[in-house]
């Protein structure tokens, strides 16, 4: 539906549109990496229990990754820059209360604030690209999206580390003030709002239930990660989550305006690129929960060397994605999509083989590689993976269209983190018992052993005893851990290498 587009969108209003769309996408990125290292300090200056602290972040997750849906929906049937505009005040208005929030109670309501305000703003930001910007030049735009999204999301940790060792973690939420003002100005100043076919109806039962199961799924799976499967919150979100699931889908299926309609799945393209979104998104969340604990609790690594590790990978994901986003435009997202999803199936598969290493001189001779190899696939592949699904479908739905790719992105990555991190205990637990009845068999009756093993890599030997003892303990427990990372890198190389195999069986060429 190019008609619809804007082709005589002039080089200003093209650039402040960029501008705007970044800037906000931004927001919603720094926050979520710059905030996890703050963590510690915000727990002492407000006096936090375990789960409060927990829930600061994971109260924005589950509000975030159950409304993007909906939101992406909203911008359809009202108008993308619109609710594009009140996701970025909403943001910026929690922001200001989280910066000035003195308890616990207040830090948390105001970060599930700021999820509502992000999930009308993140699928709205490629929304609107894809309503103004022509699909033969789409892939550069988003290019340039994903390139300055990374680098904002790398510097996230840094910029935290800083200010939160200054003391001033609360500017990481006011910084969000002026982003905010450019990106309304740009907006306000320069930026038409998108002149597409408006739904007829907005699916209010469909939005409902699409939420509550969105919101049943992500609460039982982030509640599961910390407490395992048998607490009846957990069961009962993730029932709540099933039953409303089903109904959604039997909605979508019965009525004459659906917010996701079915048949949008009968195109292979829409379809496989949400599918490898799926696939490459649950590969990197897995295998990234157990990356920077491998590096420092066993490797030996400081924090702030292990966040060093990343900048390659950080800056080859912003380099490529700019580059790609060119290639896609003239040549089509499959080449560089399988090409991509090999590296990194080849990347994790190099990750699964080092063990206990000498620390971090042997850093090149270890994880180097592989750390450059994803770099350069997810590079290859984000911009590819999203032109294909926001050009599969007709620009009236780009807002749905952005929502269900970046709800599957956050979901997958949810759900692997819960999936592998439950797997990842019982293989632990096993193992270490398993190397101390070989090597030392009186510690494996300990009082107290199991509940210590839940700590993981942090585990440490109950009670007292001697040197050798301490050792045997040290020594199971890395090469436990490190059995553990070998085995989420490997479910993480399967997982992209059916990737892989989906694009080429299934993306259509371009014509």
Request: charged letters at 10%.
């Amino acid at each position: 539906m190019e008609k619809n587009n804007f082709p005589e969108l002039d080089r200003v209003a093209y650039h402040a549109m960029l501008v705007a769309t970044i800037l906000a996408s931004s927001m919603a990125f720094i926050d979520g990496t710059a905030l996890n290292v703050a963590l510690p300090v915000i727990q002492a200056d407000l006096a936090l229990n375990g789960k409060q602290l927990i829930w600061i972040v994971n109260g924005y997750m589950v509000f975030l990754s159950s409304l993007m849906l909906t939101g992406g929906a909203l911008g359809d049937y009202y108008g993308r820059k619109r609710v594009f505009t009140l996701g970025i005040l909403l943001f910026s208005l929690s922001s200001v209360i989280c910066g000035l929030s003195t308890t616990g109670t207040l830090l948390i309501a105001s970060r599930c604030l700021q999820g509502v305000g992000a999930a009308l703003m993140v699928p709205g930001s490629l929304s609107l690209i894809t309503a103004l910007v022509p699909s033969r030049s789409r892939g550069k735009a988003i290019g340039w999206w994903s390139m300055f999204s990374a680098l904002t999301t790398t510097s996230g940790p840094v910029l935290g580390g800083w200010l939160s060792g200054t003391g001033l973690w609360r500017i990481i939420f006011f910084l969000n003030i002026p982003l905010a003002l450019v990106a309304l100005w740009m907006l306000f100043r320069y930026v038409p709002e998108p002149h597409v076919e408006k739904q007829k109806n907005l699916d209010w039962p469909g939005a409902l239930l699409g939420t509550l199961f969105l919101a049943g799924i992500s609460y039982g799976l982030i509640e599961a990660g910390e407490s395992g499967f048998s607490g009846w919150q957990v069961i009962s979100a993730l029932s709540l989550g099933a039953v409303t699931g089903i109904l959604f889908i039997i909605r979508e299926f019965r009525t004459s305006a659906p917010m996701l309609p079915p048949s949008l799945f009968a195109n292979l393209n829409f379809t496989t690129g949400n599918l490898v979104t799926i696939l490459m998104y649950a590969s990197l969340g897995g295998f990234l929960l157990f990356y920077p604990l491998n590096l420092i609790q066993v490797q030996g690594y400081s924090p702030q060397l292990t966040g060093l590790t990343m900048v390659p990978f950080a800056l080859l994901i912003a380099g490529m994605s700019w580059i790609t986003g060119k290639w896609v435009d003239s040549t089509g997202p499959r080449t560089m999509l399988i090409l991509g999803q090999m590296l990194l199936a080849i990347g994790y598969f190099l990750f699964s083989m080092p063990g206990v290493t000498g620390g971090p001189p042997e850093f090149f001779s270890t994880y180097f590689i592989p750390l450059l190899l994803l770099g350069t696939g997810m590079g290859l592949s984000v911009v590819p993976v999203t032109t294909t699904v926001m050009n599969s479908i007709p620009e009236s739905r780009s807002g749905m269209a952005s929502g269900v790719n970046n709800t599957l992105a956050r979901a997958s990555q949810v759900i692997a983190m819960a999936v592998l991190g439950g797997m990842a205990l019982a293989v632990f637990q096993e193992n270490v018992l398993e190397y101390l009845q070989s090597q030392a068999p009186e510690l494996t009756g300990r009082e107290g052993l199991n509940t210590e093993l839940k700590n993981l890599a942090e585990a440490e030997l109950p009670g007292s005893g001697n040197a050798m003892q301490e050792q045997v303990f040290t020594d199971a427990v890395k090469h436990s851990f490190v059995l553990v990372f070998r085995m989420a890198a490997l479910i993480a190389s399967i997982l992209t290498a059916v990737s892989t195999l989906l694009v080429y069986g299934l993306i259509k060429r371009k014509k």
